[in-house]
């Protein structure tokens, strides 16, 4: 049972255009998101979070959205760089649970 | 500040032979540990998690087992590896935000 999900595996765009990373869910208890970004052959870095009582929250170039009602949240990164270049995972959590549940995660791969 | 260390970073063990994987956490005390395991093309599979010394939950059935002796020490065994355990091993503490990840262990089974 898949209560984070991430439908594409992998998104191509061009230096300095917007990416857009989707993240679907299921579980009506999750009430916080958080995005994080891996490089390979490391640990994956906490990027940007939005608690269910927002719909937005932007820090620099990186700005989550949270549609509740459609249990949506993405991702937009503007403008992209090759530095953002990585795998990126949607995770989210239920208040009082122990654990984060994780997206499959997408590849995202900016060219030049 | 906190911060975790895990290892080794990469590993190679024949089928069969035992596996320990080390994680440690430095600058908090009593955190949430987790195991997670990322196969090749797959995502982030949580493994195990603890709560506290000696406290294990094990979220999916398999060849690997963990354990806390200490209440910023987490360690994740197997007595005989499979060629299915090949993949990065992550180690990860509950911080106030999410989670804080180690560098990672590649084992590859071979």
């Known amino acids: 049972d898949q209560q984070v999900k991430q439908n594409s595996p992998s998104l191509s765009v061009q230096e300095g255009r917007i990416s857009i990373l989707n993240c679907d869910y299921t579980?009506?208890?999750?009430?916080?998101f958080l995005w994080y970004k891996k490089y390979p052959a490391e640990g994956p870095t906490f990027l940007i979070s939005?608690?269910?009582?927002?719909d937005k929250n932007e820090d620099g170039r990186f700005t989550v959205f949270l549609n509740k009602s459609a249990k949506h949240l993405s991702l937009h990164i503007v403008p992209s760089q090759p530095g953002d270049s990585a795998v990126y995972f949607c995770?989210?959590?239920?208040?009082?649970?122990?654990?984060?549940?994780f997206g499959q995660g997408t590849r995202l791969t900016i060219n030049p | 500040s906190q911060t975790i260390h895990q290892w080794p970073a990469t590993l190679v063990q024949p089928v069969g032979s035992p596996l320990s994987l080390e994680c440690t956490v430095e600058?908090?005390?009593?955190?949430?540990l987790y195991w997670y395991r990322q196969a090749a093309g797959r995502g982030l599979q949580l493994l195990f998690y603890?709560?506290?010394?000696?406290?294990i939950s094990s979220e999916v059935p398999q060849n690997l087992s963990a354990s806390r002796p200490q209440d910023r020490q987490f360690i994740l065994s197997s007595k005989k590896l499979l060629l299915s355990d090949s993949g990065f091993y992550l180690c990860?503490?509950?911080?106030?935000?999410?989670?804080?990840f180690g560098s990672g262990t590649r084992l590859t089974v071979v």
């Open positions: 990860a503490w509950s911080a106030a935000y999410g989670y804080t």
């Open positions: 995770a989210a959590s239920a208040t009082g649970a122990q654990k984060l549940v």
């Open positions: 939005i608690s269910s009582i927002k």
């Open positions: 600058g908090t005390s009593n955190p949430n």
């Open positions: 579980n009506s208890m999750f009430d916080y």
């Open positions: 603890s709560v506290g010394i000696g406290q």
